[in-house]
């Protein structure tokens, strides 16, 4: 029939491309096949040139010393010998008056995390979390953030031991020393006590600030929940620090143990853990109105980053 003879054939789309190839690899180049590629070709975005007052300018830009956020390597008292990775120093980035913003933020204060995200801001060593940190370390940090941004002049009140009666007075932050490490961990980073009523050997280990946030955070918990007048907080603190008891490591013991110890014996791994633990030294001698001069605690207030206030 005149209809079919009229109906093209299929083709497989294999053919199709083979044929069109063909047919274009022997075309003739037309007038309007160049005119097509030439405006093609000038259609292509060239390669910029090079300005060299256009290059300076944007280095002076990039190098402005006003324009960039400094920092500083700031040594840890713990010398690196309670980390795994032995990190001895860490990078910190200055406070800016973004870092004010931060710090003026109700909620934040609120919940007492205000200079956990400081912290997070400013270490620029990769790696490090500052929940890891040791709680001396951490101090040291925050210390150097005080004194490079509103400089190491702080005014406290502090009161005179032959009177009770405070003053106020203004310390040097720089004078502020880290205590001397004279006794060093084990390899495991353990330290060992000899308690004197259970005369048991107690070994404990230092906790991060991370944990002892959790532990506090656990106490005021089961305070609320139970409607105590007190926590445990100090408590739950030395049951996770103690690693043995003798040679008992069961956590359950040392519960029980931590629970029935005798006063002088918490007192005695308390004192231990604060004698090892690396920190800033913040006794500080205060000159009295009258010249007398004393050695107390240097207590850090709320005002500390903002000592105009």
């Known amino acids: 029939m005149e209809y079919e003879e009229l109906t093209p054939q299929k083709e497989s789309i294999q053919e199709l491309l083979k044929k069109y190839q063909e047919n274009k690899d022997n075309m003739p180049m037309t007038h309007e096949t160049k005119i097509s590629n030439s405006v093609i070709n000038d259609s292509m975005p060239k390669p910029p040139t090079f300005n060299p007052q256009d290059f300076e300018k944007t280095m002076s830009r990039e190098t402005d010393p006003d324009l960039i956020i400094s920092y500083e390597i700031v040594k840890l008292p713990s010398r690196g010998l309670f980390y795994s990775n032995g990190i001895s120093e860490v990078n910190v980035e200055y406070m800016t008056s973004r870092d004010e913003d931060l710090l003026t933020t109700p909620s934040l204060i609120e919940s007492g995390t205000v200079l956990d995200l400081l912290l997070k801001r400013k270490i620029k060593t990769a790696g490090i979390n500052p929940d890891e940190l040791l709680a001396g370390d951490r101090n040291a940090i925050i210390l150097f953030l005080r004194s490079s941004s509103?400089?190491?002049?702080?005014?406290?009140?502090?009161?005179?031991?032959?009177?009770?009666?405070?003053?106020?007075?203004?310390?040097?932050?720089?004078?502020?020393?880290?205590?001397?490490?004279?006794?060093?961990?084990?390899?495991?980073?353990?330290?060992?006590?000899?308690?004197?009523?259970?005369?048991?050997?107690?070994?404990?280990?230092?906790?991060?600030?991370?944990?002892?946030?959790?532990?506090?955070?656990?106490?005021?918990?089961?305070?609320?929940?139970?409607?105590?007048?007190?926590?445990?907080?100090?408590?739950?603190?030395?049951?996770?620090?103690?690693?043995?008891?003798?040679?008992?490591?069961?956590?359950?013991?040392?519960?029980?143990?931590?629970?029935?110890?005798?006063?002088?014996?918490?007192?005695?791994?308390?004192?231990?853990?604060?004698?090892?633990?690396?920190?800033?030294?913040?006794?500080?001698?205060?000159?009295?109105?009258?010249?007398?001069?004393?050695?107390?605690?240097?207590?850090?207030?709320?005002?500390?980053?903002?000592?105009?206030?």
Do not use: H
């Open 150 to 309: 509103y400089g190491s002049e702080y005014t406290v009140q502090v009161p005179d031991p032959r009177t009770g009666i405070a003053f106020k007075t203004t310390v040097d932050l720089t004078k502020l020393r880290y205590k001397e490490l004279k006794e060093l961990p084990n390899q495991n980073g353990y330290f060992s006590v000899e308690l004197p009523m259970r005369k048991k050997t107690v070994l404990f280990r230092l906790l991060t600030s991370g944990e002892d946030t959790q532990i506090f955070k656990k106490a005021k918990s089961v305070q609320e929940a139970y409607g105590s007048e007190f926590n445990d907080y100090s408590t739950m603190k030395l049951k996770s620090s103690i690693v043995s008891i003798g040679d008992n490591t069961d956590r359950t013991y040392i519960s029980k143990f931590v629970d029935a110890m005798p006063a002088l014996d918490a007192y005695t791994i308390r004192r231990k853990i604060l004698d090892v633990s690396p920190d800033v030294d913040m006794d500080y001698e205060f000159t009295a109105k009258d010249g007398f001069k004393f050695n107390a605690n240097l207590s850090i207030g709320i005002d500390f980053f903002f000592p105009n206030t």
